[in-house]
């Protein structure tokens, strides 16, 4: 497994901690938890001291260097709870997925998505990007949180690898393209409709909910 560089925002971790992250968030973060034995461990750390390290009132002074010093605080790993992966889903896509294999819509230019849930909060969907094939270039009028779950892609921000997410949010556009070898496959959420540049994909768009 490569190493993995790009992790949960440490504020949407205590979200997800504290229950508060809409539905889409909460399984990309769960997902990732699954993949990423750092944010793992942060996590049940948290569990076990009630985040008080964490969500301290000294501010962000604190809050920088928390996750470090956290870290440094585990003398030893925390017992790591069994992973149920299954080809590139972890077990909280799985459940999205109702156990099954997803069942891929074409959006265009061999990129296909499913849509797993929609609600006023916020949307879940798996992607599958080609090799080499980029997503039309789009901006976001919210929060966009991907996680790689297969292959790669790249954009501005860097490299992203399977475990690796991304958080974009309303003043980032990026164009993300897949890296050779496998297809990339994301799990990305959203919280509003992403803004594309472009006329024929901002045409789709009420069609296939992006
Ligand atoms: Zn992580």
Redesign the pocket.
């Known amino acids: 497994m490569t190493t993995?560089r790009?992790?949960?925002p440490d504020t949407m971790l205590d979200a997800y901690r504290a229950g508060t992250l809409p539905h889409a968030f909460g399984v990309v973060v769960a997902a990732?938890?699954s993949?990423?034995?750092?944010?793992?461990a942060?996590q049940e750390a948290g569990d076990m001291i009630g985040g008080a390290l964490l969500q301290d009132s000294a501010g962000s002074a604190l809050r920088a260097d928390a996750r470090e010093r956290m870290m440094a605080a585990l003398d030893a790993p925390p017992p790591r709870p069994p992973l149920r992966v299954s080809g590139p889903f972890p077990s909280a896509v799985m459940d999205e997925l109702d156990g099954k294999p997803p069942r891929w819509r074409m959006l265009g230019g061999g990129i296909r998505q499913q849509l797993l849930s929609a609600d006023s909060e916020g949307a879940l969907r798996l992607l599958y990007i080609p090799p080499g094939k980029a997503v039309p270039e789009h901006g976001h009028r919210g929060q966009e949180l991907t996680l790689v779950l297969q292959g790669s892609f790249s954009d501005a921000a860097g490299a992203f690898h399977r475990?690796d997410?991304e958080a974009a949010h309303d003043e980032i556009d990026h164009q993300p393209v897949a890296g050779p070898g496998e297809p990339c496959i994301c799990l990305a959420a959203t919280d509003a409709p992403l803004r594309f540049h472009a006329l024929i994909p901002r045409l789709l768009q009420p069609i296939f909910r992006i």
């Open positions: 993995i790009h992790h949960i990732h938890l993949l990423c034995d750092q944010c793992r942060l475990g997410v």
